[in-house]
């Protein structure tokens, strides 16, 4: 199973990082619809927000799959930090989509 992690600050509810592990395991390798969505979804988000807004996040990609970590850069300024919880909130509402029908192979939570 995917499990996808959105951390959120307390204080204004922005995304602030989130982390992906595990493996859908819905078909064989290569022939994985859900996580090839999963991994569609998060790769187009974070090139996104790179390519739109300029930031450089954290990223750390594991070399086997079945680990992604985004974690905002400290230092965004006002408007590329807009940019950016914009396209994150977009990939949260695609992420959800394919948790509610494949809600055996993906869970989503947030915690703050």
Known sequence: MIKATITRSKADESITSFQMTGHAE??????????????????????????LTGLDPLLDIGEEGGYFSFE??????????????LLLEGMVVSLETIERDYHDYVRISTKK
């Open 72 to 85: 905002m850069p400290v230092d965004t300024d006002p408007v590329s930090f807009e940019k950016a919880q």
């Open 26 to 51: 819905f078909a064989e390798k290569g022939q994985d619809l859900v996580c090839a969505g999963v991994s569609a979804v998060v790769f187009g988000s974070v090139n996104s927000i790179i390519a």
